[in-house]
């Protein structure tokens, strides 16, 4: 998520003016000196000795708003109250809201809602605990936590600063699978408080999206509570990431004429989302999976202080290959990048094989721009939605809930998730699959019901599910 401002943007800017020692004119002329051009003045409140505006503005460059700021400040008798954009106007309030499902409209209706006829619900469910999937909020509702460790492209904000990113991943949940998702940042980031934090959360919900958690401590926290609650619990941004990437790896070898038995991939980046990405790549047969992160080529031979780079040299790496990218890189297929912008160079993807495979993850800024390369690639993807192909999370967590919620699975398993990587694959067609298409648009319509459809067979084949649905 690039927080930056972008080019050519509009916003708005609150002025208070002090009639006794300036007038409008003045602000305007600032405005204009700084570059800024006025598209909309509103008066908001004025009276004998003061006069309050809100002024559009339209501004082209990184740095014009700086200069606006500075410029206005320099006026005798202006104050510049607050600054906004269409942006931050959508966020006051927050994103997201409640509302009943039935009216309460007279003393009956309250009676049934609560008291004192709502007591015979909570009999029922005292007597037999999984009512609660039929009879609470719990059959459709998911908690996003986050810590607000590692939000992306921000790093460590805190739980404060990560809730507009919470909402927002509650907004997608309802929009593109109708689940009900409600935003929780914790104000800790010790490990066993959040693990405990969660665990007394859960009865209120069917689902735990975990989210913007930092390596290594999100391994240990989702892997505790996998094992601890009878719920999914899923780190979107482990999971989700190698759902998605395994989907368009799926397009991009079938386009280029390759197996993933027999490619060669190269993962660059080591953490969370690229640990979870090789353990899915492995789970769908891939052979020759190389890893590399900050001491090279990860090998089994060698000992790390990170536990995650220690099972990587050990469960990959078959042929015992050292070095750095470089080395890595020399006649590979596939590269996958979940690392930082610009450590992959043309001279690298030159030395892969004819038409290699680039997935360059990294945000906001890629390992390596699509222009730089896109003469000798065979198929270029990222994790932005400025270029074709982008890799993007949207694409599964809704759909993967939807299905695990309706099957009331208490996990999501590698059999899941490798049916939710199909499904989304097989959203495009092989009339409609180009080096431009391999990964369908978070808009499509078809992928959260394809998705659903598929996690709903594969809980039931694997033995998880307990619900049988008749599709």
């Given at each position: 998520?690039?927080?930056?401002?972008?080019?050519?943007?509009?916003?708005?800017?609150?002025?208070?003016?002090?009639?006794?020692?300036?007038?409008?004119?003045?602000?305007?002329?600032?405005?204009?000196n700084a570059k800024g051009d006025i598209v909309a003045i509103d008066?908001?409140?004025?009276?004998?000795?003061?006069?309050?505006?809100?002024?559009?503005?339209?501004?082209?460059?990184?740095?014009?708003?700086?200069?606006?700021?500075?410029?206005?400040?320099?006026?005798?008798?202006?104050?510049?109250?607050?600054?906004?954009?269409?942006?931050?106007?959508?966020?006051?309030?927050?994103?997201?809201?409640?509302?009943?499902?039935?009216?309460?409209?007279?003393?009956?209706?309250?009676?049934?809602?609560?008291?004192?006829?709502?007591?015979?619900?909570?009999?029922?469910?005292?007597?037999?605990?999984?009512?609660?999937?039929?009879?609470?909020?719990?059959?459709?509702?998911?908690?996003?936590?986050?810590?607000?460790?590692?939000?992306?492209?921000?790093?460590?904000?805190?739980?404060?600063?990560?809730?507009?990113?919470?909402?927002?991943?509650?907004?997608?949940?309802?929009?593109?699978?109708?689940?009900?998702?409600?935003?929780?940042?914790?104000?800790?980031?010790?490990?066993?408080?959040?693990?405990?934090?969660?665990?007394?959360?859960?009865?209120?919900?069917?689902?735990?999206?975990?989210?913007?958690?930092?390596?290594?401590?999100?391994?240990?926290?989702?892997?505790?509570?996998?094992?601890?609650?009878?719920?999914?619990?899923?780190?979107?941004?482990?999971?989700?990431?190698?759902?998605?990437?395994?989907?368009?790896?799926?397009?991009?070898l079938k386009l280029t004429g390759r197996t993933l038995s027999e490619?060669?991939?190269?993962?660059?980046?080591?953490?969370?989302?690229?640990?979870?990405?090789t353990k899915m790549l492995l789970a769908g047969g891939a052979k020759?999976?190389?890893?590399?992160?900050?001491?090279?080529?990860?090998?089994?031979?060698?000992?790390?202080?990170?536990?995650?780079?220690?099972?990587?040299?050990?469960?990959?790496?078959?042929?015992?290959?050292?070095?750095?990218?470089?080395?890595?890189?020399?006649?590979?297929?596939?590269?996958?990048?979940?690392?930082?912008?610009?450590?992959?160079?043309?001279?690298?993807?030159?030395?892969?094989?004819?038409?290699?495979?680039?997935?360059?993850?990294?945000?906001?800024?890629?390992?390596?721009?699509?222009?730089?390369?896109?003469?000798?690639?065979?198929?270029?993807?990222?994790?932005?939605?400025?270029?074709?192909?982008?890799?993007?999370?949207?694409?599964?967590?809704?759909?993967?809930?939807?299905?695990?919620?309706?099957?009331?699975?208490?996990?999501?398993?590698?059999?899941?998730?490798?049916?939710?990587?199909?499904?989304?694959?097989?959203?495009?067609?092989?009339?409609?699959?180009?080096?431009?298409?391999?990964?369908?648009?978070?808009?499509?319509?078809?992928?959260?019901?394809?998705?659903?459809?598929?996690?709903?067979?594969?809980?039931?084949?694997?033995?998880?599910?307990?619900?049988?649905?008749?599709?």
């Amino acid at each position: 998520m690039e927080m930056k401002m972008a080019d050519g943007k509009t916003i708005i800017l609150r002025l208070e003016i002090d009639t006794q020692f300036a007038q409008f004119g003045l602000a305007a002329t600032a405005i204009e000196n700084a570059k800024g051009d006025i598209v909309a003045i509103d008066v908001i409140q004025t009276d004998r000795n003061k006069s309050i505006r809100d002024l559009t503005v339209k501004i082209t460059g990184p740095d014009v708003e700086e200069r606006l700021t500075a410029a206005l400040e320099a006026v005798p008798g202006i104050r510049l109250l607050h600054t906004s954009d269409r942006t931050f106007l959508l966020h006051l309030g927050g994103k997201i809201t409640i509302q009943p499902k039935t009216p309460i409209q007279n003393r009956d209706d309250l009676s049934r809602v609560y008291t004192p006829d709502v007591a015979r619900v909570c009999q029922a469910i005292h007597k037999d605990p999984s009512k609660a999937h039929t009879l609470t909020i719990k059959r459709n509702t998911v908690a996003v936590v986050s810590d607000g460790s590692a939000v992306l492209g921000l790093g460590n904000i805190g739980p404060h600063a990560a809730m507009p990113v919470m909402e927002g991943k509650a907004m997608l949940f309802k929009q593109f699978a109708d689940v009900d998702a409600f935003p929780i940042c914790l104000d800790t980031q010790n490990t066993e408080e959040v693990i405990a934090a969660v665990k007394h959360l859960a009865p209120a919900f069917g689902g735990i999206n975990l989210e913007d958690i930092a390596a290594p401590r999100c391994f240990e926290i989702e892997s505790r509570l996998r094992k601890e609650l009878d719920i999914p619990v899923f780190h979107d941004d482990q999971h989700g990431t190698a759902v998605v990437l395994y989907a368009g790896l799926l397009n991009a070898l079938k386009l280029t004429g390759r197996t993933l038995s027999e490619a060669r991939i190269v993962v660059c980046g080591i953490g969370a989302a690229g640990t979870a990405c090789t353990k899915m790549l492995l789970a769908g047969g891939a052979k020759y999976v190389v890893g590399v992160d900050r001491p090279g080529i990860l090998c089994c031979d060698d000992q790390y202080d990170n536990s995650m780079w220690q099972w990587y040299g050990e469960n990959t790496n078959p042929t015992g290959l050292r070095g750095g990218l470089k080395e890595a890189l020399e006649g590979a297929d596939v590269f996958i990048g979940v690392s930082a912008g610009g450590l992959l160079t043309r001279e690298h993807v030159m030395s892969m094989t004819k038409d290699p495979i680039v997935f360059a993850m990294a945000n906001p800024e890629p390992e390596i721009r699509p222009e730089l390369i896109e003469d000798i690639v065979g198929v270029f993807a990222t994790g932005r939605s400025d270029y074709p192909n982008q890799i993007n999370n949207v694409l599964c967590f809704p759909g993967i809930f939807r299905g695990a919620l309706d099957s009331r699975a208490p996990v999501i398993n590698e059999a899941m998730k490798l049916a939710a990587a199909e499904a989304i694959a097989s959203v495009i067609g092989e009339d409609e699959l180009n080096r431009m298409y391999i990964i369908p648009s978070v808009f499509n319509t078809k992928v959260v019901e394809e998705v659903r459809r598929r996690v709903i067979l594969a809980a039931q084949q694997s033995g998880v599910s307990r619900r049988q649905l008749r599709e």
